[in-house]
């Protein structure tokens, strides 16, 4: 058996100088650090891995002479590798820098076997071939052992002052400059509107959104209760008293992971800077022609990540998202849980137009706003996927941790959102989303009425979402959503009560988008939106469009110009039609 073992060693050896290799010492360009290196790597395409038997490599003919000779170094050492595929590639040439390798481990194994005594001892023979071995590839052995000790010594320096074993951080900074406006024209504000007798009364008030509906909405009920019947007509801004403003946006991602399959997600971001919407607020369903910025000064950002959100580029950072998702019984059923969640994480995504630091800016363009109204907050989902389908369901308690008792908060109360969607993939290119969205209370106003009504209500909401990849990086994609609103009773100015009533609400979007546009990753963008609107009372239909040409430098910049131009702003059809430009750069760590 030994005679075996010394045979197979030696023609290894003799196998070094007759039979070339893609590591062969003859490369002058390359140091023993450098040839090793590329050893350790897998022999440039290959990886190897430990056997504990012979019979394990498939391309070994027991009835070979060299079958007893590794089956000796396998049982005996135990320092024969082979590859993933379960073959040991016998007759593949051998170079000096991997026999060295080999000859390293079963030296070592040989060692650690003496020290214990749990093997037969070698033979002076075997010593005597051992050290002809060692003496013949010192060189290489030097190189492996002071490698092995370098990397030892860095190995424990990381573990020394690694932040987590299981925690991996990435980020992103967002910059942005917008400017624009009207050119001249005015916009009438959504804020503040006044009565026949000249007083001036919040819409909050009022018992609506005005970006809804527009400036053509009669008082509801008893007009006696407001002390006129006649439309409230807002105060105009002008047109060109916007500000070119700076914004920005930093994010940073703690990812971690327990069994490999899961993510915790916990999320620190801060925001600064106004869009257009701090001087005509309510465009773009109230969501913002930069999602990614602040609205008026001291509100919460539109991404409600940030309040207050500073104009001086301070920013205050908050824990934005904080969620924990992982496989249950399957792969196939993903579930998501935390104390702040985000619905479009799990509903309503698009390949096309879902992200604001790579497609589009505007809020409105991410999101169908009827279906993720309440985007945020407590809550729990999943994702279901089975054949050509997938099923996803989120619920939301937008005041998940208030324990006042009073209708409005906790789990179970007012300001909550539960929503499903079924998706269909026709072909891998093109997916169809059935969508349902719903709130209800028992005490408390919808999402569409005044912070002062009262009584049951109940919002109910259906979407559609498309997209389409036509062949190459072209694609086309587009939401629909419509619903109804069913409102109790709300408090007039004067103490009164009046009807606030049922009203239909649609949106929709569609676009297109050309990737790989003038180079690899870059991307170009087209779509129109209409925001929300009741279509018993808007006097007008606010459209927005955007087109965006995302340019990337590298794999961690990109610079992106983006033009708007947003016409019967608020849907009111006498406002002025608003152009802005937004030269937005993002850059990814």
Do not use: H
Request: hydrophobic share 35%.
């Amino acid at each position: 058996m030994k005679k075996f073992v010394l045979m197979g060693a030696l023609a290894a050896t003799l196998s070094l100088s007759l039979v070339p290799s893609a590591f062969a010492e003859g490369n002058a360009a390359s140091s023993d650090s450098t040839v090793i290196d590329q050893y350790s790597k897998g022999l440039g395409a290959d990886s190897v891995s430990q056997v504990s038997s012979v019979s394990e490599l498939t391309d070994v003919d027991p009835n070979s002479w060299a079958f007893q000779a590794l089956k000796s170094l396998v049982e005996r050492y135990g320092c024969i590798e082979g590859y993933p595929n379960k073959k040991y590639l016998g007759n593949r040439p051998l170079s000096r820098y991997e026999f060295a390798a080999g000859l390293n481990a079963c030296l070592d194994k040989i060692g650690e076997q003496i020290a214990a005594a749990v093997a037969p001892l070698a033979t002076k023979e075997d010593l005597a071939a051992l050290q002809r071995l060692q003496e013949e590839f010192k060189n290489e052995l030097a190189v492996l052992r002071g490698r092995v000790d370098s990397l030892e010594a860095r190995t424990k320096e990381l573990e020394a002052n690694q932040f987590s074993t299981t925690t991996k951080l990435d980020g992103s900074v967002v910059m942005a400059v917008q400017g624009g406006g009207t050119g001249g024209g005015v916009i009438t504000s959504p804020n503040l509107v006044t009565n026949a007798a000249g007083q001036t009364v919040s819409t909050s008030v009022l018992g609506y959104n005005p970006a809804v509906f527009g400036n053509n909405l009669a008082v509801f009920g008893d007009p006696s209760n407001l002390g006129t019947d006649q439309l409230f007509v807002g105060p105009s801004v002008d047109g060109t008293g916007a500000n070119t403003t700076f914004i920005g946006r930093t994010t940073l991602n703690f990812r971690s992971s327990f069994t490999g399959n899961d993510e915790l997600l916990v999320r620190m971001r801060g925001v600064t800077g106004q869009d257009i919407s701090g001087t005509f607020p309510g465009i773009a369903s109230n969501l913002g022609t930069a999602f990614y910025a602040g609205g008026q000064t001291g509100t919460t950002s539109f991404d409600q990540s940030t309040t207050p959100v500073n104009t001086n580029g301070n920013a205050t950072v908050s824990f934005d998202k904080v969620r924990y998702t992982t496989p249950l019984f399957s792969e196939n059923l993903r579930i998501f849980v935390g104390p702040r969640i985000d619905i479009y994480e799990i509903i309503d995504t698009n390949s096309f137009a879902n992200n604001e630091e790579v497609d589009f800016s505007n809020g409105l363009m991410l999101n169908n706003p009827l279906i993720t109204f309440i985007a945020n907050g407590p809550g729990a989902g999943f994702d279901w996927n089975f054949g050509i389908l997938s099923l996803r369901g989120v619920y939301i308690a937008g005041q998940g941790g208030n324990s006042n008792g009073q209708g409005f908060g906790g789990l179970t109360g007012s300001n909550s959102l539960y929503a499903a969607e079924l998706e269909w993939r026709i072909v891998p290119e093109a997916k169809l989303k059935l969508q349902y969205s719903g709130f209800s209370t028992q005490q408390a106003a919808t999402q569409f009425a005044p912070p002062n009504a009262f009584g049951p209500s109940q919002t109910n909401t259906f979407g559609v979402n498309a997209e389409w990849a036509l062949g190459g990086a072209f694609g086309l994609f587009g939401r629909y959503g419509t619903g109804t609103a069913n409102n109790p009773v709300a408090t007039a100015p004067n103490g009164g009560q009046y009807q606030i009533g049922n009203f239909t609400l649609t949106t929709w979007q569609a676009g297109i988008s050309v990737g790989d546009l003038f180079g690899i990753g870059n991307q170009l963008g087209l779509s129109v939106a209409q925001p929300i609107r009741a279509t018993n009372f808007a006097s007008g239909t606010e459209l927005d469009y955007e087109l965006y040409y995302n340019f990337r430098l590298n794999d961690r910049i990109t610079v992106t110009p983006d033009i708007q131009v947003i016409t019967s702003p608020n849907n009111i059809s006498g406002n002025s039609t608003i152009t802005l430009g937004t030269l937005r750069a993002v850059f990814n760590f």
